[in-house]
């Protein structure tokens, strides 16, 4: 629910760019062949409701397709179609391994000095870092 949440408010990369091959409509919009677009993710409220700036991790307490409404592009933040995320898996198989690696070692909270600014620089990421206090769970950690 957390990697989920954070992989919706914050998703490394922020948008995706298309072009448009041939011109399409989309409800009231006409997109003309060429044009390019930069599709951004997980900030619509009338999917995700008005607390969608919200860090809410519990959204995704029932899985993915009940927090997505069954919208299966609602929630994209590997992408999407064959040009999607090929380390989509090794990606997620990262996170949990270092995150279980951490919790099974210590506790953390933010710091009082944190400041938070996520910027977009190629991807999205803390301006000023993130400060963690981390407490040991055991003696000889
Ligand atoms: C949390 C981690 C990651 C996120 C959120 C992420 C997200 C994305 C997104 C949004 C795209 C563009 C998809 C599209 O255009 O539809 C992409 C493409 C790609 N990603 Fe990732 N990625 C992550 C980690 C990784 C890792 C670990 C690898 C390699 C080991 C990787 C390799 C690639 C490659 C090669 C592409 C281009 C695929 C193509 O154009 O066919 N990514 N990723």
Not at 47 to 72: Q, S
Not at 90 to 117: G, N
Request: with cysteine; aromatic share 10%; net charge positive.
């Amino acid at each position: 629910m957390i990697i989920n949440e954070t992989l919706r408010l914050y998703p490394p990369a922020n948008s995706t760019p298309r072009k448009v091959e041939r011109q399409v409509q989309l409800g009231k919009l006409v997109l003309p062949a060429s044009l390019e677009l930069d599709v951004r993710f997980h900030h619509n409220p009338d999917l995700w409701g008005d607390d969608v700036h919200l860090f809410k991790p519990e959204r995704f307490a029932e899985g993915i397709a009940k927090a997505t409404k069954y919208n299966p592009v609602a929630f994209l933040p590997f992408g999407l179609g064959p040009r999607s995320c090929v380390g989509m898996s090794f990606a997620m198989t990262e996170i949990k391994i270092a995150l279980s690696m951490i919790l099974q070692r210590y506790t953390f909270s933010l710091s009082p000095t944190y400041v938070h600014s996520p910027m977009l620089r190629l991807t999205i990421m803390p301006q000023h870092g993130i400060q963690l206090l981390f407490r040991p769970l055991h003696a000889d950690a």
